[in-house]
């Protein structure tokens, strides 16, 4: 029993333990991902490019905040000013092209890699132009961690925001960054408590001492088993759901070569989001840092939740859009 206060003669209140403050963090997360992937298949598209945006925003200014007085203040602003500017211009003109030019005008060709490209590298020559114009405040040094601030997570969330534009399986790109890693994550877990002792060897010992190989490998049955789930939400809401009835891998469902196709993914957006997770492990530790945030109690910043998220991505997208181009 609670020793009882003297002063208000009643127990103090207990702290929620770590794991349920996890818990509802993740929930929380997980419910608003799912909402967006709702809005998504039901209303439109390009409501999904908002959660990407708050990602952006997040994420870019953990990446500052963890630099701290490396940078200059003129440096911060045009950080965070491109990194937003870039989503948006390709969220927008691919909107515009998409929605408006491409139904009335024929032959339309969408120019919006170009656009998003050009803001992007414009964002990158100001960054270098600051050493002319900013000569005594900034260094070459303050440069490049203004420069790594742009790139990570800018143009790996490019990456998400183009999955989410994809002209066909687009829904399962989706479901397959979101859904993968956390059964990764969690498989990794599993196996590195069960086995950890008996099977010590390190993934990346220097980086990130607590992973182990044999987690390594519970996250790729993760992403495995993941990649099942996705095949089953996919072909029984997500596509009906989304009016898909041409965009197919084939014309029979449940497939077992289309499962087969999906396993695969699963375990190679597993093997991507866990380096992308031993990226930001090593960013951290270089900086000195456990958590790159802490707006999700329990889990760090938005970083720390979307790491492996990132990197799983590039893959994902690389796969489906090679898929597109051959069955063109």
Not at 59 to 82: C, N, P, W, Y
Not at 164 to 170: A, D, G, P, T
Not at 251 to 257: A, G, K, L, S, V
Request: with cysteine; net charge neutral; charged share 15%.
């Amino acid at each position: 029993m609670a020793e009882i206060d003297e002063r208000k003669g009643e127990a103090p209140k207990r702290k929620p333990s770590n794991f349920w403050i996890r818990l509802m963090t993740g929930t929380v997360y997980m419910l608003l991902l799912v909402g967006f992937f709702l809005l998504k298949i039901f209303v439109n598209t390009f409501l999904f490019d908002f959660i990407v945006l708050a990602f952006a925003v997040l994420g870019t200014f953990e990446m500052l905040r963890a630099f701290k007085d490396k940078l200059h203040i003129s440096q911060i602003a045009l950080v965070m000013t491109f990194s937003v500017l870039t989503l948006i211009t390709f969220s927008v003109s691919d909107f515009v092209y998409i929605e408006l030019l491409d139904s009335r005008v024929q032959g339309t060709s969408n120019y919006t890699p170009l656009i998003t490209f050009v803001t992007f590298i414009t964002g990158l020559s100001v960054l270098l132009g600051l050493l002319v114009f900013a000569h005594e405040q900034v260094s070459l040094e303050s440069t490049g961690y203004a420069l790594l601030s742009y790139i990570y997570p800018t143009v790996f969330l490019l990456v998400l925001a183009g999955c989410n534009h994809l002209e066909k399986y687009s829904e399962v790109a989706v479901l397959f960054i979101f859904a993968i890693c956390p059964f990764s994550d969690s498989l990794a877990l599993v196996f590195g408590k069960a086995f950890g002792k008996k099977l010590p060897a390190k993934m990346a010992p220097h980086v990130s001492p607590n992973k182990t190989l044999i987690g390594g490998f519970g996250g790729l049955l993760g992403g495995a088993l993941g990649a099942v789930l996705v095949y089953f939400v996919y072909y029984g809401f997500a596509k009906p759901a989304a009016g898909l009835d041409g965009a197919t891998f084939s014309n029979i469902i449940f497939d077992w070569t289309d499962m087969i196709f999906f396993v695969g993914i699963g375990v190679i957006a597993a093997a991507f989001s866990q380096f992308g997770d031993l990226v930001e492990s090593a960013i951290k530790r270089k900086l000195g840092l456990k958590d790159m945030g802490k707006l999700l109690p329990g889990h760090g910043g938005i970083l720390d939740r979307i790491d492996s998220s990132l990197y799983a991505g590039l893959i994902i997208c690389l796969i489906f859009t090679v898929r597109i181009m051959i069955t063109v």
